[in-house]
Every structure is written in structure tokens, then in C-alpha cells.
């Protein structure tokens, strides 16, 4: 008999058992497979056994074709994959991962059944996203052995792994484990036992609020997901990820996280509760936030909640001219946009000077879209002609639409609109820039707020496709017409909110750059850890502190601290650290250090 693992390494892991063959299993198991391993698949069902066979099969069929695995070693992978459905055939396995339903009991029951079957040097790994590893291990007869190993669905494809420790494990398992990890191809990210761990534990907060923001109406599904897409650059929007995943499940990860973190924002909405016991549980059924061809389907087909084609509203008030208030990289970026589009443009500044260096800023940007090959340097220098550039504001009398882009101070912007009140025509549509304040409070300034309205465009404007259009109670439909049409013509794709702090991009994007700093003020996780585990689990092009770095820490906190004084949140609290950072001037790359030093530029 082998010695006990907390005595001796563990042997290679060369065998590797996989109770469970529903989606993760099959994928871990295909995954393991490929690389090499013995892998015995276990499920109760025959059904579903035989079922990962054949998709086993199917996959590494594909791969063939693709031209990403040979013949042979198809067939090799396909001799080395054999099923059963008793947990005696684990018995030789070097390694067993347990991937069946997240519920205390039934995977308690598997590991206490598993250990009067292995040997005392096996590995056991629990594959939850959302229990305690701790809890788990502390059911069986060695938990020094137990520890987790969560894979990403889909399991071939998702580079991260998290390998997560309880006080219990040995570290003979997690080094093992972990090399076993970056034999298959992956990235192992050591994190401890607490619901959601890294990845889980930061994604469902954010995709818990924006249920919680489609339940209270605030936007609908497609334009909460249209947001979040164009606007941060994610793969998916939340509510179809949220139907991708299972709404059910999500359900349950979120129950998790609030038992042990008690915070509001992991608290899950009702509508997850609401959908996951009607059965509308997502893809798997064929309808959860969205609806599908049919269960299991990712085409998304037509429901009574679709939108019209057309969008809402009538017909707005004619655009031909475009005023934009500012000098820096936003109005000037705005500027470009309106003018590139065909609009004359009169871009004012406090004074001459600086309304020139934001054109000239303008046609830089010009002139790089022209060496890169896409303007001609015909169009490049039409549309730096269609903007005068004006030293007062009163420059803006003739214009249709007037936007600021102003500093993010509401006396400022109150101050520019109740300029702008004075000097634009009667019937010109007022808009704001702003990303945080509240546009009512610039309506307020003027003696005609139903001409006001939010146009929240994103940085750098010229390349992001994303308008969040904000209209608050006194705005007329008309206006809002105006401004979707407007969005339109300059082809970004617009966006309907209401007027409350953060709309909607922000809303979920900073609440959930505040929990990862919390990850680090707690010691968790470290900021290389957490950037690695989003971009490589969840598919965020940056890591949270990457972003924050970019963003700049002060501007994080000024938005944080809006949401906070919103909405009354605890969880909406700035993280501490946070706020020191900020304090001691370290905000980002713009002065060399954030969350990571940087080149001074």
C-alpha cells in the first residue's frame, strides 16, 4: 500500500478519473485525453456516458478537419477514454476530479465513496465554482488530498484553471495538480477557498446587478448587453452569458457567495429565481433572458420582447450643424466624430488658442487614419475643414445640436449650460457628455430641460461604437429622437437609459473593479492573479487593475463614491486601499504608478 500523501510525493499523474459527464466533465475529459492521459469517464447514466463518447468523437473529429490534431492522434486519445458508471473504476486513478452538480451532499457522498476506493496517495479535486473546498475536504477520510480544480467552460478552449488550497491541503497535491495544470497547456492561478474564488467570485456580482438593473427596467436586455459589449470590448453581454451559463446555476453561485460574503450585490436578484423555477433556466432550455430556436441552441430567435426594428420614438428635430463645448482629448475626439460623418462642426473653447490646439488635435488623429490606410488624405482633409474652431461660445448661436465635453464637475457643466441656454437658438438639442453626473441637474440650468439630454460617448470617441443615450423625466421625445437619430448617422450604436448615476456601463463596470480591489486589500489574490484569471476565464480583453491603471485611479474613485452616494450600498463602498492609493497621489499611468509602476511619459 502506498504511503500516505502528506508522507511521500504523489505518484505522476498519469491516470485521472472524471465523475461527472455532463458539459465541464466531457470537456475536462477531452482536455485530459488529448494530452496524453489514461482518463476514465464515470456517470451514473449509461446514457450520458455513451453521450460523452460520442462528443468526445465529434470534437476530436472536428479537430482533425481543423487540422489540429492528426489521425493518429485521434485515435489515441479516443483508446485512452473509456467510461463506466460505478466509482469503483477509479480505483487505480492517480488523480480524480468530481465536476457532478453543485450540492454539498451529493458531492460529499462522492468523496466519502471515493475514499474506500483509491489509494491513500490519489488526489481527489472538486471542480465547484461556488462551494467551500474546505467543507468538501473536511467530509473525507485523507483531506489533506482534497483541494479544487476549476476549469472554464468550455473546458478545451479556456486557458485558466484555479487551483484552489483549503487549510487542509497538502502542498504535494496543489504542486502536483498544478504541473499537471501546465502539462495540459493551461494557466494554473493559486487562489484560497471562498465562494466564486477569483474568476466566479468577481464575474457574478457583475452579472447579478445587471438583473437586477433588466428586472427594475431600467434598459432592456439587448441594450444593457449591447453596452456592455461595445463599451468595455467583452465577448458576451451579462444577460446572454447569463443564459450561456444557466441561470439556475448562477443562481446558485450567487447563494453561495451571499451566505458567506453577506453583500447585497451577491444577493440574487428575484428574476433569477423567478426564471430558474419556471424552467426557463437559458440556452440548456431554450429560453432564460432570451429565446432560442430550440433547447440547447445558441441562435437567438424573436420574442415578445424584442424591439422594434425601427427603435423608439418619432421623428426628431433636423441636424445639419454641431456645436461641441471643450478643448481636451473627449471633445476633440467628438469633434472628428461629427465631422468625419459630414456635419459642420464649431468646436469652442475658453479661449482661441485652445480651440485651435484641440483642431490641431484633431488632425493629427486625422493624419494617422491616413497613414494606416484608412482615409484618404481627399476625406482626411475634408473633414478638418467642416471644423471652425471658436474662442467663446456665443459661436454656437446657429447650430441644431450643441454637446459639451467639459470637465466632470457639475457647477462647470451647470455654468456651460446655462450659457448654452443664452446663446443657441430656440429648437437646438442640448447634450451632455457626462458619465456620471446627473443630466437633470444641467437641464435644471437652462429654462428649457426638455431640450437637454445624456450623450455618453466613450474614449477615445472615434473608435468606440458605444453612445449611452440618457433622457431624464423632462426630456421630450422629439429630443430623444434627435439624439438616436443623430447616433445614426455618425454610426455609433446607441443606447436608452435613464437618468441615474453610472447608466449602465458604469453602474456594473465599477462595482466590479471595486470588488477586485477589495480582493487585494484582503490579501487574496494579487492584482497579476486577478488580471490573469479575468482576460483568461472570463474574456475581458483587460484585467480590472490593467483598466484601472488606463482609467486613472482618481477617476475610479469619483465615480465609486457617485454610485455609493446613489444608491446607499455598503458593497458601492470605495475599497480603502483604493482611496490611499489615490491620496498619495499614485493614480495610474498618468503619473508613473497605480496598482504597477509604469514609464513616466
Known amino acids: 500500500m502506498a504511503a500516505p500523501l502528506s508522507d511521500t510525493p504523489p505518484s505522476p499523474l498519469k491516470t485521472i478519473a472524471v465523475v461527472g459527464l455532463g458539459t465541464m466533465g466531457t470537456g475536462i475529459a477531452e482536455v485530459l485525453a488529448k494530452a496524453g492521459r489514461e482518463v476514465i469517464g464515470i456517470d451514473t447514466s449509461a446514457a450520458q456516458a455513451a453521450k460523452a463518447v460520442a462528443a468526445l468523437e465529434s470534437a476530436t473529429a472536428r479537430a482533425v478537419e481543423r487540422g489540429r490534431l492528426t489521425g493518429r492522434e485521434r485515435a489515441g486519445a479516443l483508446a485512452r477514454f473509456r467510461t463506466a458508471t460505478d466509482l469503483a473504476a477509479a480505483a487505480d486513478a492517480d488523480l ?31 471542480g465547484t465554482n461556488a462551494l467551500s473546498v474546505t467543507r468538501l475536504a473536511a467530509g473525507s477520510a485523507h483531506p489533506e488530498r482534497v483541494l479544487g480544480l476549476h476549469f472554464f467552460n468550455p473546458a478545451p478552449a479556456m486557458k485558466l484553471v484555479e487551483v484552489v488550497s483549503s487549510v487542509l491541503t497538502a502542498p504535494q497535491a496543489v504542486a502536483a495538480v498544478t504541473d499537471l495544470a501546465l502539462e495540459l497547456g493551461k494557466e494554473p492561478v493559486a487562489v484560497g477557498d471562498r465562494p466564486g474564488f477569483v474568476a466566479d467570485g468577481l464575474l457574478f456580482g457583475y452579472l447579478n446587478q445587471a438583473a437586477a438593473m433588466y428586472e427594475a427596467k431600467y434598459a432592456s436586455r439587448e441594450d444593457i448587453d449591447a453596452a456592455m459589449r461595445l463599451g468595455c470590448g467583452l465577448p458576451m453581454g451579462p444577460l446572454a452569458l447569463l443564459d450561456l451559463i444557466g441561470v439556475d446555476t448562477a443562481r446558485t453561485v450567487l447563494e453561495a457567495l451571499y451566505a458567506e460574503s453577506r453583500d447585497r450585490l451577491h444577493a440574487p436578484a428575484p428574476i433569477l429565481r423567478q426564471l430558474s423555477e419556471a424552467g426557463l433556466t437559458g440556452r440548456k432550455s431554450g ?3 432570451y429565446t432560442y430556436e430550440a433547447p440547447g441552441s445558441a441562435a437567438v430567435v424573436a420574442d415578445a420582447l424584442t424591439p422594434a426594428s425601427t427603435g423608439p420614438g418619432g421623428p426628431g428635430r433636423p441636424v445639419r450643424s454641431v456645436g461641441v463645448a471643450g478643448s481636451g482629448t473627449m471633445a476633440s475626439g467628438i469633434a472628428e466624430v461629427f465631422a468625419k460623418a459630414g456635419y459642420e462642426v464649431v468646436l469652442a473653447a475658453r479661449s482661441e488658442d485652445k480651440a485651435r490646439a484641440a483642431r490641431a488635435r484633431v488632425g493629427a488623429s486625422l493624419a494617422r487614419s491616413v497613414d494606416r490606410g484608412r482615409l484618404t488624405a481627399e476625406a482626411a482633409a475634408g473633414t478638418l475643414d467642416r471644423i471652425t474652431p471658436a474662442g467663446s461660445y456665443d459661436a454656437f448661436a446657429g447650430v441644431d445640436l450643441a454637446v459639451e465635453a467639459v470637465a466632470e464637475d457639475l457647477e462647470v457643466k451647470r455654468q456651460l449650460f446655462a450659457t448654452l441656454d443664452e446663446v443657441c437658438k430656440p429648437g437646438a438639442v442640448l447634450a451632455t457628455t457626462t458619465s456620471s453626473l446627473p443630466v437633470v441637474a444641467c437641464a435644471r440650468a437652462t429654462s428649457r430641460p426638455q431640450d437637454v439630454i445624456g450623450m455618453h460617448f466613450f474614449n477615445p ?16 421625445d422629439d429630443v430623444h429622437a434627435t439624439a438616436r437619430g443623430v447616433c445614426r448617422t455618425i454610426g455609433k450604436h446607441a443606447v436608452d437609459c435613464g437618468d441615474r448615476a453610472g447608466f449602465i456601463v ?35 480583453p483587460m484585467g ?13 474613485l469619483a465615480i465609486e463614491k457617485v454610485l455609493h452616494r446613489e444608491f446607499r450600498d455598503p458593497g458601492l463602498a470605495p475599497a480603502p486601499l483604493l482611496e490611499h492609493l489615490v491620496a498619495a497621489g499614485c493614480l495610474g499611468r498618468k503619473t508613473g504608478r497605480g496598482f504597477r509602476e509604469h514609464a513616466r511619459r
Open 544 to 556: 480590472p487593475f490593467e483598466l484601472l491603471d488606463v482609467v486613472g485611479l482618481d477617476v475610479s
Open 461 to 476: 470617441a472615434p473608435a468606440m461604437k458605444l453612445v449611452e443615450v440618457v433622457r431624464t423625466v423632462l426630456t421630450g
Open 96 to 126: 480524480v476530479i468530481e465536476v457532478v452538480p453543485e450540492s454539498y451532499e451529493l458531492k460529499q457522498r462522492v468523496f466519502r465513496e471515493l475514499d474506500g476506493v483509491v489509494r491513500p496517495g490519489t488526489v481527489l479535486a472538486t
Open 506 to 540: 458604469n453602474a456594473l463596470l465599477f462595482p466590479y473593479l471595486n470588488n477586485a480591489v477589495k480582493m487585494v486589500q484582503e490579501h487574496y489574490a494579487s492584482p497579476d492573479d486577478i488580471d490573469a484569471a479575468m482576460k483568461l476565464g472570463g474574456g475581458y
Open 287 to 289: 429560453r432564460g433572458f
